[in-house]
């Protein structure tokens, strides 16, 4: 069973930094690529950026490249998010999704105001 359960979310101000974390479990994380995805209120949920199974390969969403970095530690079975230089339209529920399976956890809450 796939299951995916997402971390680190918080209340930061502009400029601020967060790294999300999300732990999987259910399948056989080294060979899946990754994607982290957010819904901001009112708004559709949009792709992020995903990681493929090595790692050597990611992608990003226009608005976040150069400010957000995926990294994933198949060891550990878990995908990150660096989050730098946040803006408050960043502020959003982030997800974590495996690529192949139609399965969303419950999100962790990011919000960026002063």
């Known amino acids: 069973q796939v299951q995916v359960v997402e971390s680190g979310g918080g209340l930061v101000q502009p400029g601020g930094s967060l790294r999300l974390s999300c732990v999987a479990s259910g399948f056989t994380f080294r060979n899946n690529a990754m994607s982290w995805y957010r819904q901001a209120p009112g708004k559709e949920r949009e792709r992020v950026a995903t990681i493929f199974g090595t790692g050597t390969t990611t992608t990003y969403v226009d608005s976040v490249k150069g400010r957000f970095t995926i990294s994933r530690d198949n060891a550990k079975n878990t995908v990150y998010l660096q989050m730098n230089s946040l803006k408050p339209e960043d502020t959003a529920v982030y997800y974590c999704?495996?690529?192949?399976?139609?399965?969303w956890g419950q999100g962790t809450q990011v919000t960026v105001s002063s």
């Open positions: 999704k495996v690529v192949r399976y139609e399965y």
